[in-house]
T-cell receptor, first 111, second 113 residues
Framework: EDQVTQSPEALRLQEGESSSLNCSYT??????LFWYRQDPGKGPEFLFT???AGEEKEKERLKATLTKKESFLHITAPKPEDSATYLC????????????FGAGTILRVKS | EAGVTQFPSHSVIEKGQTVTLRCDPI?????LYWYRRVMGKEIKFLLH????????ESGMPNNRFLAERTGGTYSTLKVQPAELEDSGVYFC???????????FGEGSWLTVV
């Protein structure tokens, strides 16, 4: 059973068209939920860590929120340079220090 | 400050050969991780070092993979002998002892033919 599921698999937006990416998880004892951005041929670039339900964090056009079962990455008025794969990963008591990743959402923003 | 650096960035080897990947973590980071992504799959954990000690190696696929971190600085991941299914991207990551952010390198792309 998948512990971390991201949706949609791919998302195409027009520049300025706001939307949200979803990351749902089934682990118990969540220690942290991480969002990363990955550009083609590059490694994951850290964006946010969320630790408890109700927590929110923002960076430029991105805002991450967390509930007890899922996290959303809201993208407001995206630009073409926001195009990337967005990865969600969880750290949980049952897994120790390691991150368990979702498959990612490929975002394409057209001008 | 330099990030996590990995070498080589790309490697193409024949089945049965040996490859050694190197990772230099961010200076001062005691925690070092190896992850990999094989074609069409999620990024998966391989192992975790704290300084020179293996904290968790539950993700290592089999005994053809050997990771070392002598002296608690850089780490190497050796695959011997390489098989076709070992092809993928191997990521190294590091974290400081008193922080929770895990920083990734650019990855080493391995192709076994």
């Amino acid at each position: 059973e998948d512990q971390v599921t991201q949706s949609p698999e791919a998302l195409r937006l027009q520049e300025g068209e706001s939307s949200s990416l979803n990351c749902s998880y089934t682990v118990s004892g969540l220690r942290g939920l991480f969002w990363y951005r990955q550009d083609p041929g590059k490694g994951p670039e850290f964006l946010f860590t969320l630790y408890s339900a109700g927590e929110e964090k923002e960076k430029e056009r991105l805002k991450a929120t967390l509930t007890k079962k899922e996290s959303f990455l809201h993208i407001t008025a995206p630009k073409p340079e926001d195009s990337a794969t967005y990865l969600c990963a969880v750290q949980a008591m049952e897994y120790g220090n390691k991150l368990v990743f979702g498959a990612g959402t490929i975002l394409r923003v057209k001008s | 400050e330099a990030g996590v650096t990995q070498f080589p960035s790309h490697s193409v080897i024949e089945k049965g050969q040996t490859v050694t990947l190197r990772c230099d973590p961010i200076s001062g980071h005691d925690n070092l991780y190896w992850y990999r992504r094989v074609m069409g799959k999620e990024i998966k954990f391989l192992l975790h070092f704290v300084k020179e000690s293996k904290q968790d190696e539950s993700g290592m696929p089999n005994n053809r993979f050997l990771a070392e971190r002598t002296g608690g600085t850089y780490s190497t991941l050796k695959v011997q002998p390489a098989e076709l299914e070992d092809s993928g991207v191997y990521f190294c990551a590091s974290r400081s002892g008193n922080g929770n952010t895990i920083y990734f390198g650019e990855g080493s792309w391995l192709t076994v033919v």
